[in-house]
């Protein structure tokens, strides 16, 4: 009996080390539903695009989540804005250069404020955000949503489960070399990003 009880207690132990195991999410979204939002109020103009070349792994724990660890990149030439003429400066070496900076990326160093309620959780990261080559120490606000369970609602015949990832921040053009001080009546200096993704992890 004895026996018997070591062993089942070896087994929840075992278990519970086991739901509490950091899992992988890779961000690479053969549909193209992942986005990033990018808009540029300036004076007499207003930019506003999008990009859905992401892709990236993030290291979530749902026991630990104040552990997040990871890099989400965005292909600069997926950048896109409405007006062909926008968009070719835009792509441009005059602007992003996005033949000689393919990538615009995030990668997190340091989670900060962490709070979850249920399935959610929000926190402050800190992370190199790099952009036309330069690269910045910046903190940003994130929501992080668990979803166990639900990778079939989103790609059929998958199980598995669901990192959801929101953020809102601003940067600044002039810190990455993007013509400062240039074109700012039509050019906004601020640039408003808005990521929407969401990454899975199959079984």
Sequence with gaps: ????????????????????????????DPKGVNNAVFKLDAPLEAVNGSANGI?????????????????????????????????????????????????ITFETT??????????????????????????KVIT????????????GQRVPRMNGDLLVIRASFNIKRSDFGINPGQFEEKVSDVIELTLSIAGASPR
């Design 55 to 103: 892709s990236g792994t993030v290291t979530f724990d749902p026991a630990n989540p104040s552990a997040t660890k990871g890099k989400i990149t965005v292909a600069s030439v997926s950048l896109h804005v409405g007006n062909p003429m926008q968009q070719t400066h835009l792509h441009s070496d005059k602007w992003l250069d996005v033949a000689k900076h393919p990538e």
């Design 140 to 151: 940003v606000p994130v929501k992080m949503t668990y979803l166990k369970d639900k990778l």
């Design 1 to 28: 009996m004895k026996h018997e009880l070591n062993c089942l207690l070896a087994f929840a132990c075992f278990h519970t080390v086991a739901l509490a195991a950091p899992q992988t999410f890779d961000f690479k």
């Design 110 to 135: 340091e989670l900060k404020n962490a709070k979850t309620a249920g399935d959610t959780t929000t926190a402050d990261v800190t992370g190199t955000f790099t952009l036309k080559g330069i690269s």
